[in-house]
Nanobody
């Protein structure tokens, strides 16, 4: 599984961005897809996850503002981020967790929210 994250950028507080995570390889629809974020020097924190059965969970800090979704026909997952805050500034990574319990990571995409 290879993951390609995109969609990061610079946005003003209150604005929106949509991140995409495009996957190659087979079995995408069975994988849980997650978005994490990380500040350099700190741990990587879970932002949102969607399972193969479309169950979702979110970090408390993003509930009501971020929405994770997936399009299995396109082998792509998305993170819609609304009402962005400066504290959402981070490098965002997508992750795939397979039924075989393997973890795969995409490269990070920088999100910067200016105040």
């Amino acid at each position: 599984v290879q993951l390609q994250a995109s969609g990061g950028g610079l946005v003003q507080a209150g604005g929106s961005l949509r991140l995409s995570c495009a996957a190659s390889g087979s079995g995408f629809r069975f994988n849980a897809i997650s978005w994490y974020r990380q500040t350099p020097g700190k741990q990587r924190d879970l932002v949102a996850r969607i399972t193969g059965g479309y169950r979702t969970n979110y970090a408390d800090s993003v509930k009501g503002r971020f929405t994770i979704s997936r399009d299995n026909a396109k082998n792509t997952a998305y993170l819609q981020m609304n009402s962005l805050k400066p504290e959402d500034t981070d490098v965002y990574y997508c992750n795939a967790y397979t039924p075989q319990r393997a973890n795969y990571w995409g490269q990070g995409t920088q999100v910067t929210v200016s105040s």
